[in-house]
C-alpha cells in the first residue's frame, strides 16, 4: 500500500515569490492534516481536512497561507507571498474516521522550504 | 493549556543498552490519546503506538515499551537492547480538543537519540 505523497520534497525560492506544495493521501483516508515544522520542533497544525470540507484552519495564517482539497482526495498548500520565516518542513498526513475519532496519522516525507 | 514536554532534547547511548526517552503532559481533558512517532533522517514521522486515557496498561511490543502513569502524567517509552537503526528523533504527541468536535495533536519538542555502534 502505498503511503502519503508530497511533492517537491525540497524547495527553494528568494522571499515575496509563491510556493505550492501537494499532498496525496493514502487511498480511502478522508481526513487530511498539513503540518508545520520548524527545525528542532515538533510538528504544528496548520489546516484539518475532513473529505472537502477544513474543518480546523484557526492555526493557518491566513493572510498568506490557503489550501485546498477540491475532490476530497489530494491536497495543495499554498503560500503567496513567501517570507524568510516561513523556511520550515511542511508535513502532510492522513488518518480514517471523522472528527470525534482520534486515529492515528500517517505522515508524508514532507517538503523542505527554504525562503532566501 | 495542553502541553507535551520532552525535557530530554538529545540521548547517546551505546548499541545495545536500554535507554528510556520521557514525556510528561499537561491536559485538562477527562478523555484523552497519547502517541509516539519515531522521525528518521529521512523525515517521515511513523507511527509507534496510541493510548487512550482509560488505558494505563503498560504496552510491550519487541523491543519496545511503554510506560502509561496517569497519577504522574508521564508516558516514558524505552527501547531494550538499542541498535543504530533506532537512531531517529522521537516525538511524544497528547490528542487535544480544539472546538466544533474537531480533535487535533499536540507534539512535544521531540528527543534525538543517537545509538552507537
Known amino acids: 500500500e502505498a503511503g502519503v505523497v508530497q511533492s517537491p520534497r525540497y524547495k527553494i525560492i528568494e522571499k515575496k515569490q509563491p510556493v505550492a506544495f501537494w499532498c496525496n493521501p493514502i487511498?480511502?483516508?478522508?481526513?487530511l492534516y498539513w503540518y508545520l515544522q520548524n527545525l528542532g520542533q515538533g510538528p504544528e497544525l496548520l489546516i484539518r481536512?475532513?473529505?472537502?470540507?477544513?474543518?480546523?484552519d484557526s492555526q493557518l495564517p491566513k493572510d498568506r497561507f490557503s489550501a485546498e482539497r477540491l475532490k476530497g482526495v489530494d491536497s495543495t498548500l499554498k503560500i503567496q507571498p513567501a517570507e524568510l520565516g516561513d523556511s520550515a518542513v511542511y508535513l502532510c498526513?492522513?488518518?480514517?474516521?471523522?472528527?470525534?475519532?482520534?486515529?492515528?496519522?500517517?505522515f508524508g516525507p514532507g517538503t523542505r522550504l527554504t525562503v532566501l | 493549556a495542553q502541553k507535551v514536554t520532552q525535557a530530554q532534547t538529545e540521548i547517546s547511548v551505546v548499541e545495545k543498552e536500554d535507554v528510556t526517552l520521557d514525556c510528561v503532559y499537561e491536559?485538562?481533558?477527562?478523555?484523552?490519546?497519547l502517541f509516539w512517532y519515531k522521525q528518521p533522517p529521512s523525515g517521515e514521522l511513523v507511527f509507534l503506538i496510541r493510548?487512550?486515557?482509560?488505558?494505563?496498561q503498560n504496552e510491550i511490543s519487541g523491543r519496545y515499551s511503554w510506560n502509561f502513569q496517569k497519577s504522574t502524567s508521564s508516558f516514558n517509552f524505552t527501547i531494550t537492547a538499542s541498535q543504530v537503526v533506532d537512531s531517529a528523533v522521537y516525538f511524544c504527541?497528547?490528542?487535544?480538543?480544539?472546538?466544533?468536535?474537531?480533535?487535533?495533536?499536540?507534539f512535544g519538542k521531540g528527543t534525538k537519540l543517537s545509538v552507537i555502534p
Open positions: 491536559t485538562r481533558d477527562t478523555t484523552y490519546y
Open positions: 498526513a492522513s488518518s480514517l474516521g471523522d472528527r470525534n475519532t482520534i486515529n492515528e496519522q500517517f
Open positions: 481536512y475532513e473529505n472537502e470540507e477544513a474543518v480546523d
Open positions: 487511498s480511502g483516508h478522508n481526513t
Open positions: 504527541a497528547l490528542s487535544q480538543y480544539s472546538g466544533a468536535g474537531s480533535y487535533q495533536l499536540t
Open positions: 493510548r487512550n486515557s482509560f488505558d494505563e
